[in-house]
């Protein structure tokens, strides 16, 4: 699980202490969770603006919560605080938020993001192109776009169909289809034109 430091928790103690508003507590969660794009986060959280899901802690001086969602992504995370002459820097450390230890019963969108991300793109990336998920729809249908060399490429609907809509509804058995919603119109990256 998530690990904070002596120091680091010190730190926040003393920041949450200077805060104007009172019983201030911290939020630990992972934005963008198993994607290239996901960052550790620790972010003020006031009374009440914590989710109803989030998992509260205290610790030495101060409370936190940490996102129930975030969880597998922040498996042996470490938050330390470290002092230097410029006075410091609070640094996160969670080897596992761009791909998260993922199971069946982590939640749909990740275990889908999980497969793109891990199996999908980096086949597509031989030609320069991606795919990321935008949203599931009527609960079976992962909604797709292509970016890179497979926005606007001649051989997208292959790709789709036999290629990630087959890898998708074989490993996520909730997935029935796929839907692209790329804009082929652009073409200026294509990798077949």
Not at 17 to 31: L, M, Q, T
Not at 89 to 110: C, E, M, R, V, Y
């Amino acid at each position: 699980m998530l690990t904070i430091t002596e120091s680091a928790q010190k730190y926040l103690a003393e920041l949450l202490g200077n805060h104007d508003e009172p019983d201030v507590a911290v939020r630990i969660f992972v934005s963008d969770p198993g994607t290239p794009s996901a960052e550790s986060c620790i972010a003020y959280c006031k009374p009440g603006d914590e989710e109803d899901d989030d998992i509260p802690t205290t610790y030495e001086g101060f409370k936190g919560f940490v996102e129930l969602r975030s969880l597998p992504f922040l498996e042996d995370a470490l938050v330390d605080y470290a002092s230097d002459r410029f006075g410091g820097q609070l640094t996160i450390k969670a080897p596992f938020a761009k791909i998260g230890k993922i199971d069946n019963d982590s939640p749909l969108d990740d275990r889908i993001n999980h497969i793109l991300y891990t199996e999908v793109n980096p086949g597509l990336a031989s030609h320069g192109g991606e795919v990321s998920l935008v949203e599931v729809v009527d609960g079976n249908v992962a909604v797709l776009q292509f970016g890179g060399g497979c926005q606007g490429c001649g051989m997208v609907d292959e790709t789709l169909k036999d290629g990630v809509e087959k890898v998708l509804i074989e490993q996520v058995t909730e997935i029935t289809a796929v839907r692209d919603v790329t804009d082929h119109s652009v073409r200026d990256n294509a990798y077949y034109k």
